[in-house]
């Protein structure tokens, strides 16, 4: 009796192993494809494997041209965002100031091969000047970039960066920006290595950056 019953339970289990291991390779299929879709929507996460960057043609602070070989032989950190912005480019910017930091405090030769550049999406607004008062409140190495609207829309592009004008009705200066939020880490020869969200927590940035900045 006890043995019939141990063995109808085991079947049911059995059963219910079975049902939800299909609602598991069901959900895992669901995040697969999520997974496929972000590589089309830009606004989702840049899965690694798409290796965004390239050659560019801005404007530095001190209105002079520079492109990625001004830069060759160090690693990049770049951000996108425009300095209007109310609250993820400072969360961003801070973050990954405070990731610089903790790795200079470790290990200063290996931060110095870091450049941080923020890069704009808002040229419109963001002058080289803009761009100069700006940056020195998140890092003392920050390169704010900008450029012409034709540039800034090709390195968007290089890099597969999400921004969108939002108008307001009542002021059309008073506009905002919807972006992407990513950092983009790029070696010495600007080849892609790793993204970061703007959200992650800075030591454990300086960590994986220290991993991977040799
Ligand atoms: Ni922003």
Do not use: W
Not at 68 to 87: H, K, M, N, S, V
């Amino acid at each position: 009796m006890q043995k019939a019953k141990f063995i109808s339970l085991g079947i049911s289990g059995l059963g219910l192993f079975l049902i939800l291991g299909l609602l598991l390779h069901a959900l895992s299929q669901q995040r697969e494809d999520q997974t496929a879709r972000s590589s089309i929507n830009l606004a989702r996460p840049v899965p690694d494997n798409i290796n965004p960057g390239g050659a560019f043609t801005l404007t530095d602070m001190n209105a002079r041209q520079v492109t990625q070989a001004d830069y060759a032989g160090r690693f990049l950190l770049i951000y996108f965002g425009f300095t209007y912005c109310p609250d993820v480019c400072p969360t961003g910017l801070d973050r990954m100031g405070a990731a610089l930091d903790t790795l200079a405090a470790r290990d200063a030769v290996m931060a110095a091969r870091i450049q941080p550049l923020f890069i704009t999406i808002d040229p419109a607004r963001d002058t080289p000047d803009t761009m100069a008062d700006y940056v020195k409140y998140f890092h003392p190495r920050l390169i704010g970039l900008s450029g012409t609207s034709a540039q800034i829309d090709a390195v968007k592009r290089a890099y597969r960066v999400y921004a969108a004008k939002i108008k307001n009705p009542d002021n059309p200066d008073n506009y905002t920006m919807d972006h992407s939020s990513f950092f983009y880490l790029m070696d010495g020869q600007n080849r892609f290595v790793k993204h970061f969200d703007h959200l992650i927590d800075p030591t454990r940035m300086a960590d994986i950056l220290a991993r991977l900045v040799r």
